[in-house]
């Protein structure tokens, strides 16, 4: 297992983060585009920033990634055209409002400083689940990047997420009440300080 900037690779991983990005989010909203996580992968392979994207990595196989970034721009760049020929003229459009309203333009309800890296979008393909992936994929992203201290949230019912989290270091700072209609309770706000 490797971990790699998305962007380094020697292929293109889009279609595979797409499948991973579907199946890790589809509780959390995405549902509400489409119950077929294949026309959510499809819809979802083109908004990823490489750059800005860690990826783990074995024979070609991405085993899951994440988003590391000043968050300006956005580790995500979502194509309205693209979410309109995959959900439909009205969801296409809803669908890229709140895409973009929750996962683009997202603020802490904190400062960020230039040195906080913002750690985004979390996911691990559901066959290399409780496997390291994670673990050993965050752990190189917080020795890679150029931050040093890091920020992310969590919504409140993923504890496997949270202990994570805990063990590497993340602290909860802030606790704030989940959108309504969203299903949650508290998106919990954390951040690491690298010693």
Sequence with gaps: MTVRRASELAFDPREQMGRIFAHGFYDHGLHGL??????????????????????????????????????????????????????????????????????VNNKYPFALTPQTGSIDFVATAPEYMGKGVMTSLLSHVMNDSPFSEYALEVIDINAPAIRLYEKLGFREVKRVPAPKGSGLKYLVYMRRISN
């Excluded at 119950?35 to 994207?53: G, M, N, Q, R």
């Excluded at 956005?74 to 020929?85: A, L, Q, Y």
């Design 34 to 103: 489409s119950k077929d996580k294949a026309v959510l992968s499809k819809a979802f392979e083109h908004i990823f920033d490489l750059d800005k994207f860690y990826v783990t990595v074995e024979d070609d196989v991405i085993m899951g990634f994440v988003g590391c970034s000043d968050k300006n721009p956005s580790p995500i760049k979502p194509d309205k055209k693209v979410f309109v020929e995959h959900f439909g003229f009205l969801r296409g459009n809803i669908g890229f409002k709140i895409v973009n309203k929750y996962m």
